[in-house]
């Protein structure tokens, strides 16, 4: 198992080549607007956080957070879904 490992690893990597610039210029592109996405949708739940407890409104019943996680996550999968039908994603 580890020498049928090791070469299939070294097989690999005679076979890749180093991205050229315009590839790693994209890849860092997504990378960095992922991060960006995800910083900002975490500043939003922060800012909703704060907002909620200055605001002492008392805490959501679990079913209202069950309902809208589950319409969060399907409004993500129909948007996902549709942008695939575009061939766009």
């Known amino acids: 198992m580890g020498g049928e490992t090791l070469s299939t690893i070294a097989r690999l990597l005679r076979m890749v080549d180093k991205p050229t610039i315009?590839?790693?210029?994209?890849?860092?592109?997504?990378?960095?607007?992922?991060l960006g996405l995800l910083g900002t949708v975490g500043f939003f739940f922060?800012?909703?956080g704060s907002f909620l407890e200055f605001a002492r409104i008392g805490a959501l019943p679990k079913e209202y957070t069950l309902f809208g996680g589950i319409i969060v996550i399907a409004a993500t999968?129909?948007?996902?879904l549709y942008l695939r039908s575009r061939e766009k994603l």
Do not use: C, N, P
Not at 22 to 34: A, H, S
Not at 77 to 80: D, E, K, T
């Open 46 to 48: 922060q800012l909703l």
């Open 77 to 80: 999968l129909a948007l996902a």
């Open 22 to 34: 315009e590839e790693y210029k994209l890849m860092l592109r997504v990378v960095l607007l992922g």
